[in-house]
DNA sequence: AATGGTCGCAACCGCAGCAGC
DNA sequence: GGCTGCTGCGGTTGCGACCAT
């Protein structure tokens, strides 16, 4: 027996409001406030759902909210608070008057998200994807690799669909990147690689290329010498003697995988923040085995990121802006 | 002009947390 | 402690507007 609806769905009317239904909802809620939604509807002369009242009035009748374009500095802060905070839309709309969790997380997912992607930067964990791949390639070992995939897939779907459709280029697994994939830190420059159309010489692409092709590789190779065990018996199964996965994120030294491995937006705050404070020290911790310079810092209101020789400033006009 | 695809916003859905009983 | 109802939240969907072909 599930709970009760919140409302006779057969009785109650849907879709888009019409200005005599706000008028009304307005007017009650101006004289009696918004206590016990339930009874509003009805008490407002209203065939809607209570739920569906206060999602129209918190969302858009109240008096207090925005209507207008989202400005640069309010950009800023969603992208700044989103890169601790993750998917926390009530949490980062209350650091802007007048706009609602609805209006943050649309911007988010119809303006923000794709403009990050397109400046190559991961809006999941705030990292330029170069720096990701590039971690892919060269920091893990193959007993890491069926998570890899994981990682890899869920961190970079989204972009790499964008990408591939947008610029049509044919996504295939080249047996180039295979045999490439066999011999770790020796991820692909792209001087390094023939294209079949030049005019789509996308270094970041060609990374991503890489990274999935590298992982799949090592994801079957692990696949067929463990017998076909799923990604989550590798967390305490004997194929890890050499490596324990699970350890690998509770580690206190951290690890760089620990943000990719959240599962796109369901990331917590909590473990966003704890995220942040081991990938400042494991990034350090990176650069010293990988020689590559990777610096994680913020500046008052800015988070530049550092890595191969490219600065990402949130904190510029246009929002991340390559600053080298 | 017609059609199909994309975008952006508003609204809905389901779940979790909380309080009252 | 368990049940019930309310509210808040985040993810998803529906649909109109706009754009390209």
Redesign the pocket.
């Known amino acids: ?4 609806p ?1 409302c006779e ?1 057969d009785n ?6 019409t200005p005599e239904e706000d008028h009304k909802l307005s007017s009650y809620i101006a004289q009696h406030g ?6 509003i509807p009805k008490h407002a002369g209203l065939h ?5 009242c ?3 009035w ?3 009748l109240r008096p207090d909210l925005k ?1 207008g ?1 989202f400005s640069e500095a309010e950009e800023q802060i969603i992208v700044t608070l989103h890169s601790v905070l ?9 650091q802007l008057p007048g706009r609602t ?3 943050v ?3 988010w ?3 923000l998200r ?1 403009k990050l992607s397109g400046m190559g930067i991961d809006p999941v964990t705030h990292k330029p994807f170069s720096h990701l791949i590039s971690e892919i390639a060269t920091t893990l070992s193959p007993p890491q690799a069926p998570h890899l995939a994981e990682a890899a897939l869920g961190c970079f779907k989204d972009e790499m669909l964008h990408l591939l ?1 947008k610029k049509r280029i044919g996504f295939q697994f080249h047996q180039q990147f295979v045999n490439m994939a066999s011999t770790p830190n020796n991820a692909p420059s792209t001087s390094h690689v023939k294209h079949e159309d030049n005019s789509y010489k996308d270094d970041t692409i060609e990374k991503i290329k890489y990274g999935l092709s590298r992982a799949i590789k090592e994801s079957d190779k692990n696949w067929v010498t463990s017998g076909g065990a799923t990604s989550s018996h590798f967390h305490d199964n004997g194929g890890f003697n050499n490596y324990n996965f699970a350890n690998l994120l509770n580690d206190e030294e951290g690890s760089p995988w620990n943000q990719s491995l959240c599962s ?3 990331c917590t705050a909590g473990g966003e923040l704890q995220h942040q404070q081991q990938n400042k020290k494991s990034s350090n911790e990176n650069c010293e085995d990988s020689g590559k310079e990777i610096v994680v810092t913020r500046n008052g209101s800015s988070t530049m990121f550092n890595s191969d020789c490219v600065l990402w400033d949130i904190s510029s006009d246009d929002l991340m802006n390559t600053m080298v």
Do not use: P
């Not at 027996?1 to 009760?4: A, L, N, P, S, T």
């Open positions: 027996m599930g709970r009760i919140c769905k109650v009317k849907r879709g888009q409001w918004t206590r016990n939604w339930r009874l809607r759902c209570g739920k569906s206060r999602l129209r918190t969302n858009y209507h374009q993750g998917n926390r839309w009530s949490v980062i709309a209350a969790d609805n209006d997380k649309n911007h997912n119809t303006k794709k459709t796109g937006s369901t």
